[in-house]
C-alpha cells in the first residue's frame, strides 16, 4: 500500500514544530509524495501562528517541484461554542475563504479530558459544524468517545476520521487500541478515514507505517482511504465545495497518466 498524500503537519509557524515550508517541499519529493497539507494551529492554542498566517497561505504555490500543497489548519473541539461563529471550534469568522480545508481535534492545552459522553458530544458538535472536512486523532485514549455515534456522525456530515501515525509510536500514548478499534468502527459502517503523519518537522512527512500496520490488520479496504492519492482527496474536497479541488484537477489528473 502506498498513500501518497500527507494531509496533516506542522511548519514552524506552530513554535513546537521545527520545519518550513520548504523543507517538507523537499522531504516529500524524496519520499516519493505527491501532496501534503500544511495544518498549522487554529488560534486557541497556545503557540498558534497570528492569523494573519492562514490568510496570507495564497503565497504558497499550489505545485511546487510536482509536488502539491494544501492550505490547511488544525483547528481545537471547544467545550462551548466559538464566540465569534457559534461553532464548537475555534475557526474565525472569514478564516476559512482562505483555506482549503480543516482538520478539528481534542488537545490538552485547550481543554482537559472529560466524561466519555461529553467528549462525544463536542466531538459531533465539532463535526456538524460545517466547518470541519477531517476529525484530528480521534483515537486519543485521553479523550475516550463512543466511537459508533461519532462515526455515524461523520458519515452523515462526510467528514473523515483521521488514522495518525503519530499516534501509534510519538504521540498520545495508549493509542493502539483505539485506533486499531475505530478501524473496526468505521469499517462496520461502511465509512471513510483519512491517514495523516502530523509531521512535526519534515523529516517525518509521509510517515504512515505504524497507520498502514493497522489498517492491514483490520483489513480495511483501500477504496475508503481518501486519502491514497492526490485526486481521491481533491475529489472529497469537491463535495465540500472548495475551489481547490478544480485548481488541482489538471495537475492530479496528469500524476495518472
Known amino acids: 500500500m502506498k498513500i501518497l ?15 518550513t515550508v520548504n523543507d517538507y517541499i523537499r522531504d516529500a519529493k524524496a519520499k516519493g509524495l505527491q501532496l ?17 498566517h492562514f490568510g496570507n497561505m495564497k503565497v504558497i504555490p ?11 489548519i488544525e483547528a481545537n473541539i471547544l467545550p462551548e461554542p466559538f ?7 475555534d475557526l474565525p469568522s472569514g478564516m476559512m475563504a482562505y483555506l482549503d480545508f480543516a482538520i ?15 467528549n462525544t458530544r463536542m466531538m459531533i ?12 486523532h480521534p483515537g486519543n485514549p485521553n479523550y475516550p468517545i463512543d466511537q459508533d455515534e461519532v462515526v455515524r456522525a461523520a458519515k452523515d ?21 483505539h485506533c486499531t478499534s475505530l478501524l473496526e468502527v468505521v469499517d462496520r459502517h461502511d465509512w471513510k478515514i483519512s491517514v495523516g503523519s502530523d509531521a512535526h518537522i519534515s523529516l517525518e512527512v509521509g510517515h504512515f507505517d505504524y497507520a ?44 495518472s497518466a
Open 83 to 89: 464566540e465569534q461563529t457559534g461553532k464548537w471550534v
Open 157 to 177: 456530515n462526510n467528514v473523515l476520521l483521521e488514522i495518525n501515525n503519530s499516534s501509534f509510536y510519538m504521540s498520545r500514548t495508549g493509542s493502539n487500541e
Open 5 to 19: 498524500c500527507d494531509t496533516h503537519s506542522h511548519t514552524v509557524a506552530s513554535t513546537h514544530a521545527f520545519s
Open 104 to 118: 478539528a481535534s481534542f488537545h490538552e492545552p485547550v481543554i482537559a479530558p472529560r466524561s466519555r459522553q461529553e
Open 36 to 52: 501534503f497539507s500544511v495544518t498549522d494551529h487554529a488560534p486557541a492554542m497556545p503557540d498558534s501562528p497570528h492569523p494573519w
Open 212 to 255: 498502514i500496520e493497522a489498517i492491514r490488520k483490520v483489513g480495511f479496504p483501500e477504496d475508503r482511504i481518501a486519502t491514497l492519492n492526490p485526486a481521491r482527496f481533491l475529489a472529497f474536497l469537491g463535495e465540500h465545495d472548495k475551489p481547490v479541488s478544480a485548481e488541482l484537477n489538471e495537475w492530479a489528473t496528469s500524476l
Open 125 to 136: 458538535n465539532a463535526i456538524e459544524s460545517g466547518l470541519v472536512q477531517i476529525v484530528g
Open 62 to 72: 499550489r505545485v511546487v517541484d510536482n509536488i502539491g500543497i494544501l492550505r490547511g
